[in-house]
């Protein structure tokens, strides 16, 4: 039973330490999703990558938030320095192909709490 | 702006019933509508889809609507049943365009 992975499940930091996301997707799925989800908000979008190489981080903070992927096995998005306001769950997807149409599979999602 | 809206934050529904979760959208270009559900402590799983050429897609238990005209979209459960309960996710895309939009969710509980 293939699924995505995520670790840690849960993150507590204090205000300004550097926080590292983790997430193995499925194997053979080319395109991988970072999303974070707070409290009143639906999804959104952080960052996605195709066949390793980013193709948008449009909707991450630039000056705090980085994403990677250094093999088709990891995914990785780090929030140096971390605020309160970065409290939320982060889940990372993958999927087979880029179209909206191919259905995305999420991983279990990480819980950060930044204090 | 939210461009995908679920006004309901909750909806409570007696097992067996039917269960009817609304989505509206303001972006006229959208063509590709989905719904996932997501059960507490997991990620949201892919539960159905419809693509605007159509105004109904029908997969067991469930059955998405969409009313282009007005920019709505309806998610019917039925019989509802105990495992239902979990929060329901309306998303939307344009085009050939990856990103998808999606709405704050609905929590759906199911009585017994």
């Known amino acids: 039973d293939a699924r995505v992975t995520q670790t840690p499940r849960h993150k507590v930091t204090e205000m300004g330490q550097e926080v590292t996301m983790r997430c193995q997707p499925i194997?053979?799925?080319?395109?991988v999703f970072w999303y974070r989800q707070t409290m009143m908000q639906g999804l959104e979008l952080l960052a996605y990558?195709?066949?390793?190489?980013?193709?948008?981080d449009s909707g991450m903070p630039k000056d705090r938030f980085s994403a990677e992927m250094p093999d088709a096995t990891l995914a990785t998005l780090k929030i140096q320095p971390s605020e309160p306001r970065d409290s939320a769950v982060y889940f990372c997807a993958s999927g087979r192909d880029i179209s909206s149409t191919d259905t995305q599979y999420f991983g279990p999602g990480t819980r950060l709490t930044v204090l | 702006d939210q461009q995908v809206k679920q006004n309901s934050p909750s909806l409570s529904v007696q097992e067996g019933r039917i269960s009817i979760l609304n989505c509206d959208y303001t972006n006229s270009m959208f063509d590709y509508f989905l719904w996932y559900k997501k059960y507490p402590a997991e990620g949201p799983t892919f539960l159905i889809s419809?693509?605007?050429i159509k105004d109904k897609n029908e997969d067991g238990r469930f059955t998405v609507f969409l009313n282009k005209s007005a920019k709505h979209l309806s998610l019917h459960i039925v019989p509802s049943q105990p495992g239902d309960s979990a929060v329901y996710f309306c998303?939307?895309?344009?085009?050939?365009?990856?990103?998808?939009?999606w709405g704050a969710g609905t929590k759906l509980i199911i009585k017994p």
């Open positions: 990558f195709r066949n390793r190489a980013p193709l948008d």
């Open positions: 419809i693509s605007s």
């Open positions: 998303a939307a895309s344009k085009g050939s365009n990856y990103q998808l939009i």
């Open positions: 194997l053979g799925h080319n395109t």
